[in-house]
């Protein structure tokens, strides 16, 4: 089979449609993992996946690309609390962690939201499409060396597991909730205050992110704010109905 072929053959197996990915980029990377598994061929390959649950597992975590980390771009973070937050916080408030990876993002911004409100007035949901990733994040564990740049004042969050690791705090843990999510075809949130999307658009196609753009939008409340990462600028945001607010953040505009 060819490559558009095997796409097909994993979105009909995994639900999860690599067509929308960068094609060159997604393509490196299939090939890639293709070759260090010792396959010559596609077909080959599609039918140990098929067969071998390991491979599947290692293959679904490779190319939903889980990379982050607490306080990612930390100037970013604090223009979210100065700025952003002090404007918009409010009882019931909803918030979304999209793309969420290991957690440390959704923990992050339930980190700085505790500094304006109790947690439990408010309502946290963090998605990712990779089980695997959303089972770490429940669990809330990350070794000593990922926790290093966290500011001092949100340090009280966690407490020591084992000689490596440190957990997250069950008030934090109990108040963020975490579920699957295929940005590409699930149905979207409504009525959010703030949606934080950072690091995951870079890897889609044009059509794709601007599938999303108009998804987040009708997702966003009156007025809601999309924070989105530090190489995800939206070129032309009017044509989606943002307005640009701060860089990287963007105000949904009330038709």
């Known amino acids: 089979m060819n490559y558009d072929e095997f796409l097909l053959k994993i979105f009909n197996l995994t639900g999860i449609d690599l067509s929308l990915y960068k094609e060159k980029q997604m393509k490196r990377r299939i090939d890639s993992f293709i070759a260090n598994n010792n396959c010559q061929s596609y077909d080959i390959f599609y039918d140990r996946l098929t067969k071998d649950i390991r491979v599947y597992k290692e293959f679904l975590k490779y190319i939903t690309i889980n990379v982050t980390e607490f306080f990612r771009n930390f100037d970013q973070w604090m223009i979210l609390k100065n700025e952003i937050l002090p404007k918009i916080i409010k009882k019931n408030m909803r918030i979304w962690s999209a793309a969420c990876s290991t957690g440390e993002e959704a923990y992050s911004l339930a980190m700085i939201i505790s500094d304006f409100i109790d947690l439990n007035q408010v309502n946290i949901i963090a998605t990712d499409i990779d089980d695997a990733v959303l089972e770490k994040a429940k669990k809330g564990i990350y070794s000593n060396k990922s926790i290093e740049k966290i500011p001092k004042e949100y340090l009280k969050y966690f407490?020591?597991?084992?000689?490596?690791?440190?957990?997250?705090?069950?008030?934090?843990?109990?108040?963020?909730?975490?579920?699957?999510h295929n940005l590409l075809l699930d149905k979207f949130p409504e009525n959010t205050d703030l949606i934080v999307c950072r690091n995951v658009l870079i890897y889609f196609n044009d059509k794709a992110k601007e599938d999303i753009?108009?998804?987040?939008?009708?997702?966003?409340?009156?007025?809601?704010?999309?924070?989105?990462?530090?190489?995800?600028?939206?070129?032309?945001?009017?044509?989606y109905n943002f307005a640009p607010l701060k860089t990287f953040f963007y105000k949904k505009i009330s038709k």
């Open 159 to 180: 407490s020591c597991y084992n000689d490596n690791n440190y957990i997250i705090s069950e008030e934090l843990r109990k108040n963020i909730v975490f579920k699957k």
């Open 213 to 239: 753009y108009k998804k987040f939008y009708l997702s966003l409340s009156n007025e809601g704010i999309l924070f989105v990462g530090s190489t995800e600028q939206i070129i032309f945001p009017f044509k």
